[in-house]
């Protein structure tokens, strides 16, 4: 899966902690729903965090498209619910 975060890059998580990227996702999905800025910014920031330390950056020259995008790290509550599927980022698991 590559995971675009915008004004960042792109990023392959295929091979990090899909039940722990989950999570972080969650969180953020979680936030967002109870309104809540400051917590959806933190976990937003937690989710960065993960994915920029344990997915590998996607080479400039990739022309495939992004699985995910995810805004900046200092996105507006909106704008991170304006990214959300309805399950976070990533679609939950089947």
């Keep these: ?33 109870a309104g809540d800025e400051e917590g959806a910014r933190t976990a937003l920031n937690a989710f960065h965090d993960y994915v920029v330390s344990n997915g590998k950056p996607v080479a400039d020259d990739y022309l495939g498209s992004s699985d995910v995008v995810v805004p900046f790290v200092d996105a507006t509550l909106a704008e991170i619910a304006e990214l959300l599927t309805g399950e976070g980022f990533i679609p939950d698991p089947a």
């Design 1 to 33: 899966m590559i995971i675009r975060i915008m004004g960042e890059g792109q990023f392959d998580v295929a091979e990090v902690d899909q039940d722990l990227l989950q999570r972080y996702d969650n969180q953020v999905e979680d936030a967002v729903t």
